[in-house]
């Protein structure tokens, strides 16, 4: 216990040079909020048994505080290298954008800009109209409109069309996305009524007309975004629904979930509905997201028929919805980019990562291998092996991509110590575990990764 008399006072330690250095660096308040943070710990661990012989001597604390600062003064948000294989991960921050935008997006953010003023006229302008004739020239709608991200767009387009009203769905989409998303708790919020139909694996399109009443507002499909279901199944397609909406005079909605603009199909050997699709066979409306199979910035996009969409336009929950400037120029600048399928494929990152070739992966594969063998000479085993990378953000859930992973051993590190030393890099290297094997999917590792990959590999020998 006598050893809490040997913690110095904080004004004897803003009195030292070793102190008042830190002080002619970082604010005063934040100094004394760490000398604190530091003599408290001091304090716990004498009250614990736990004190070491120089824990109170000024320069221990002031390498504490120090560090402390550090640490305050780096920004919380910051890159991560995504070694996970999987390209549209939501933690990680779904799509990174394309470089060739990057330009405009510093000039936008920096500088005032005609967000809300149309140069023509002198007039005021509309934010979203520097998208919107994009957005329908690319997918075909008669019109369009962009707010904060899918969620705010479903909820937007439910609270105009459908508020008091009856939205028909089949149980099989009343899905969950994650972040606690859930379809039934949008509907509540839109003030619609939701009207299941159908079952979990089944739903009919005598489903669908037996359910409607004049009370319905809308009929509403879900895309299975995020999971599959197989065996004794039946959905009704877009195309059927849209005939019924018809002959009900009732529009029909879709949530495209991942938003594809591009038809990925052929490529990756699977099928994914694009947005074009789901308008052609007849869809009134849909909403999707704008960071998932589009390849932009976190965004929702609403777009279809000029009669459901321009009320939207006058929603007052609009202005709680909408998008900033940045997110706007970055939107625009991917939309251009796909004026070009070719470019789209090549210059927006995750249409790159999803459709690169196994054979490309593997030579960038031992690439990275002979590069890390070069910086990390000692006791590392690093080997590429055969494996599978996800598409993530809820999209094609049961595609599998094949690709290499370099799996990364080493004599002392068991694999969850190698994990949490690449996690606290000063740029974090963020892989997997696999059977007890640490691994690192070449997919998402994009070149300008290859430094900060180095050096954090480098911490393990
Ligand atoms: C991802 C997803 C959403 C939510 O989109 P956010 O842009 O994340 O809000 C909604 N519906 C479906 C079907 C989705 O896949």
Partial sequence: MS?????????????????QSLISNHPRPAVVKAIRTVLDQIRTEILSGSFGKNTCEPAVIAATVASILDSEAS???????????????????????????????????????CLEYDTVTGERGERSSHVEALICELTGAESALVVNNNAAALLLALSSIAKGREVIVSRGELVEIGGSFRIPDIMTESGSTLREIGTTNRTHLKDYRNAITQDTALLLKVSCSNFAMTGFTSEVEVGELATLGKQAGLPVLVDAGSGAFMDLGQILGCSATTVQNYLQSGADLIVCSGDKLLGGPQIGIVAGSSRLVEPMKKHPLLRALRV??????????????????????????????????????????????????????????????????????????????????????????????????????????IGRIAKGVFLLDIRTISDDDLPLLASAVSRVC
């Fill in 3 to 19: 050893h809490l008399k040997e913690i110095p006072k904080v004004d004897r330690l803003l009195a030292d040079p070793l102190f």
């Fill in 75 to 113: 920004c919380s948000l910051r890159r991560v290298v995504n070694a996970t294989g999987i390209v549209i991960h939501t933690n990680l921050g779904r799509s990174p954008l394309p470089q060739g935008i990057i330009q405009q997006l510093t000039d936008i953010a920096s500088h005032y800009s």
């Fill in 324 to 429: 900033d400037k940045m997110t706007l120029t970055a939107l625009e600048g991917v939309l251009r980019i796909y004026r070009d399928k070719r470019r789209a494929l090549t210059e927006i990152p995750t249409l790159r990562m999803l459709t690169m070739s196994e054979d490309l992966i593997a030579a960038r594969g031992k690439k990275i291998i002979r590069l890390l063998k070069r910086s990390s000479p000692e006791g590392l085993d690093l080997t590429l092996l055969k494996g599978n990378s996800m598409v993530g953000g809820g999209a094609l859930p049961q595609l599998q991509l094949p690709t290499r992973l370099i799996a990364l051993k080493s004599t002392q590190l068991s694999a969850n110590e190698i994990e949490a030393l690449l996690r606290s890099a000063p740029t974090p290297v």
